[in-house]
């Protein structure tokens, strides 16, 4: 429990008999995030086993609207990755040691070093899906739109029914220009208004975003689901089409030495000149700022660098 920062909370005996004091029923708590608690014993006068509660003082709630948590994805395919990189490990440093210690070490090490690489630890964020339009004034409206239709639905005057359709008009109409203020004031605050623009239309007609992963492709006729073995083949694929394209052009073309010279495609494609490339001087620092400006995502590795 300690790996994962977890001690006992509990520093005193909370069974006591005539001939003995034990800890039982610990607390087990994040001291380092959490260190400022008290833990109080609750003598409960019916047996030698007291209670005990434990308050804290520095709990931070995480804002709904910004919520995350970490999570892994498995399925058939990353499933059979972990299975082919298992194989292909060789499990050296395991055996070169005498010491248990040393070998158990190296082996947790391979294993999660395998582990991680085949089901990498995803960040999920948890956005609240509360209408940012939604005020309080709108949510009392709401409340009296409601009690108006009981009243109109109990009652034969039709003086109230026609209060009641007028009342929801006018509500639409305030939730229709809510909404408008709001849209407008994120394009007007945005600096990518494309993107607000669609998210905006996404949002109202209830779409989501979809992730769809390759978990199988036919080879040859045969389907396989093992994801090396078809980055691999992806990659056989384009590393060979300019030779491959140049092996059938060169069957197809009536003239050989045509083909063997490749600038003849760039004088058929320029009949003018090419003008000469003219290098400018950069900078270390210039280089240093424009790498600054990328924008930084979280594609890292199973170690997170």
Request: hydrophobic share 35%; glycine share 2%; net charge positive.
């Amino acid at each position: 429990m300690a790996t994962y920062g977890l001690y006992s909370a509990i520093q005193f005996p909370t069974r006591i008999t005539n001939s003995s004091a034990s800890t039982i029923d610990s607390i087990f708590i994040n001291t380092v995030k959490f260190n400022d608690f008290i833990v109080h014993p609750l003598i409960n006068g019916m047996s030698d086993h007291d209670a005990q509660f434990i308050v804290l003082h520095d709990i931070i709630i995480q804002n709904e609207s910004n919520y995350f948590c970490f999570t892994r994805k498995f399925n058939k395919s990353l499933a059979l990755d972990f299975n082919f990189k298992l194989t292909c490990e060789s499990w050296d440093s395991v055996f070169s040691y005498n010491d248990v210690n040393l070998s158990f070490s190296n082996f947790l090490n391979t294993y999660l070093r395998i582990f991680n690489s085949s089901f990498p630890m995803n960040k999920i964020h948890y956005t609240s899906h509360t209408k940012a339009w939604l005020t309080q004034g709108i949510k009392i409206s709401y409340i009296n739109k409601r009690k108006l239709f009981l009243n109109s639905c109990n009652s034969n005057d039709s003086e109230i029914k026609i209060h009641y359709k007028k009342y929801c008009r006018i509500l639409t109409d305030v939730i229709k220009l809510a909404k408008k203020i709001h849209y407008n004031n994120l394009l007007v605050n945005s600096s990518n208004k494309i993107k607000i623009m669609w998210n905006i239309i996404n949002g109202n007609i209830n779409k989501r975003p979809r992730r769809n992963d390759i978990s199988f492709i036919n080879i040859n006729g045969t389907k396989t689901y093992n994801s090396q073995v078809i980055a691999n083949t992806f990659n056989t694929y384009f590393m060979t089409l300019a030779q491959h394209m140049y092996t059938e052009n060169l069957k197809n073309s009536n003239s050989a030495a045509i083909v063997n010279n490749p600038l003849n495609y760039l004088h058929d494609a320029y009949k003018q000149t090419i003008p000469h490339i003219k290098f400018k001087f950069v900078s270390p620092k210039e280089i240093e700022d424009d790498v600054n400006s990328l924008k930084v995502k979280d594609s890292y590795g199973y170690d997170r660098i």
